[in-house]
C-alpha cells in the first residue's frame, strides 16, 4: 500500500484476511514514504494495526534498503506475491528486488503514451537470493471467499475484547456492557461488521442463497396481493 493518497487502513484489513486465509505469511510494506508528510502517523497505525505478528516495512519502492529490509523473505524456496492497487509500486519494488530494470513500470517515458508499459498479466520472476515473486496487476476489488476468519487476521484485538462483553453474542452495536466499542475506533469497528456481513454472505452454500432469494420472492409476492386485496377493498 501507499503512504500517499492510495493509503486506506480498510483496504489493508481485508488484504490481511485474505492472506491468512490463504496460509500466507503476509508483510506489509509502505511504499511513496518520501512522498507523505504524515508518514509517521499512518506507519504508526498500521503497525497497531497488524499486530506483532506482521512485518511491516516502508520506504521509497526504488530505493534498495527496502530490498535488504526483505531479504529474510528472499531466499531459495520462498515464493512471493505482490497484491496491491494499480500505481503504488509493486513492479517498481520487483525491480528493486531484481536489482534490475525485468519488469517494467509505470512510468511514461519520453516517447508518450506509446512507452508506458504497466503490468497487464501475473509474472512469476526468480529474484538473485533464490525466491520466486509473483507481480500482479493492481486489483480493483479483492472479494471475501467465505474461508476466511475475522479474528485471524486484522481484528485480533476486537475478538479478544469480545470477551469481554457482558453478552456472549454481543453484536458491539449498542448492547449493554460492550467491552469493545470504548476500545475500537468507530471506522474499524464498521469495516469490521462490512467484513463480518460479507463473509457470512460468502460463506452461504449456492443454495442457502437460492432459498433466501426464493423467500424473498414470495414475500414480495405477499405483499403484492397483500396491496391488491387492500386497493380492492
Ligand atoms: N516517489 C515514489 N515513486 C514511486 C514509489 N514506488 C513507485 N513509484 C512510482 O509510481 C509509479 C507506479 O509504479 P509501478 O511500480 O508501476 O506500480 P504498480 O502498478 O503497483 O506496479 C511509477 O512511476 C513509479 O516510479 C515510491 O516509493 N516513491
Ligand atoms: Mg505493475
Ligand atoms: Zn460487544
Redesign the pocket.
Known sequence: M?LDGNYKPNRLERFLLLARASETSPVVVL?????CHEGEARIAQVRRLCGDATAVLH?????PQLRDALRPWCGEGQTLV?L????????????TLLGESAQ????VSAEGDRGRH??TARRLLCLPDGACII?T??LRELRLSGDEKLGDGAFEDIVQWAEHCRYRDCGHGDEPGCAVRGQVKDERLENYHKLQRELAHAQQTALQKRAAKQADKSLHRELKRYYRDRDRS
Open positions: 501507499g511504499t511513496k514514504a518520501d512522498l520506504g521509497d519502492a526504488r530505493d505482490l496491491g492497487s494499480s500505481g503504488v509500486g509493486k513492479s517498481t519494488l520487483c525491480n517494467a513500470t509505470g512510468a504497466t503490468t507481480d496487476p493492481g
